[in-house]
């Protein structure tokens, strides 16, 4: 298809385990973000990636969460260590427009970790 | 700090009536404003956007009223249709790095 992919869709997974999340953004957009729902709240921002570097990394809950992207496309996010607070469906949007913000979700990775 | 506020978790309509979503923001450097709607199991689509210099902004169904002095603004829906029934959450963007989003608001349309 030729929108944002995330997979998995979904992933359970013990207390203390890492876990990894991909994402395919569009082809030839060249920003990419990862953002996260909580049960209940709003889209939180974890990490922006342009190309392949990261200006802002501000959102990332701690140092249990990483993210990379490579060749300007794929992205990965990584949580080591998971927590029951992790639980949630973690999102991934691409843009071509970084002027107006535009972003083009993929359908989510909801990680439940018991 | 929520800088995009969306105080209404739930609203529900009548079929035909107008549906109006609001959304406050404390950011006086956000210069575009976007609506995404979405549905369950599914990611977030774009569905209208007004920048800082408008104060309102038009496409069919959907018009987004933007009050800078008050920071406010608002999607209108009209007519609403149950096909309009999804949450729909408020963002905002300054420096093009990185969307802003409020909570979101359950619409639901009664038919």
């Known amino acids: 298809g030729a929108g944002v992919s995330q997979s998995p869709s979904n992933k359970v997974t013990e207390k203390g385990k890492d876990v990894e999340l991909r994402c395919d953004p569009i082809s030839g957009h060249t920003a990419l973000y990862w953002y996260r729902q909580s049960l209940g709240q709003g889209l939180e921002f974890l990490i922006y990636?342009?190309?392949?570097?990261?200006?802002?990394k501000s959102g990332l809950p701690s140092d249990r969460f990483s993210a990379e992207r490579t060749g300007g496309s794929v992205s990965t996010l990584t949580i080591q260590r998971t927590q029951q607070e992790d639980s949630a469906v973690y999102l991934c949007a691409s843009s071509l427009q970084r002027e107006t913000g535009e972003l083009f979700f993929g359908e989510g990775s909801r990680l439940t970790v018991l | 700090d929520q800088q995009v506020k969306q105080n209404s978790p739930s609203l529900s309509v009548q079929e035909g009536r107008i549906s109006i979503l609001n959304c406050d923001y404390t950011?006086?450097?956000?210069?575009?404003f976007l609506w995404y709607k979405k549905y369950p199991a599914e990611g977030p689509t774009f569905l209208i956007s007004?920048?800082?210099?408008?104060d309102k902004n038009e496409d069919g169904r959907f018009t987004v009223f933007l009050n800078k002095s008050a920071k406010h603004l608002s999607l209108h829906i009209v007519p609403s249709q149950p096909g309009d029934s999804a949450v729909y959450f408020c963002?905002?963007?300054?420096?093009?790095?990185?969307?802003?989003f409020g909570a979101g608001t359950i619409l639901r349309v009664k038919s």
């Open positions: 007004i920048s800082s210099i408008k």
């Open positions: 990636f342009q190309g392949n570097s990261a200006p802002d």
């Open positions: 950011n006086s450097m956000f210069d575009y």
């Open positions: 963002a905002a963007n300054w420096g093009a790095n990185k969307l802003v």
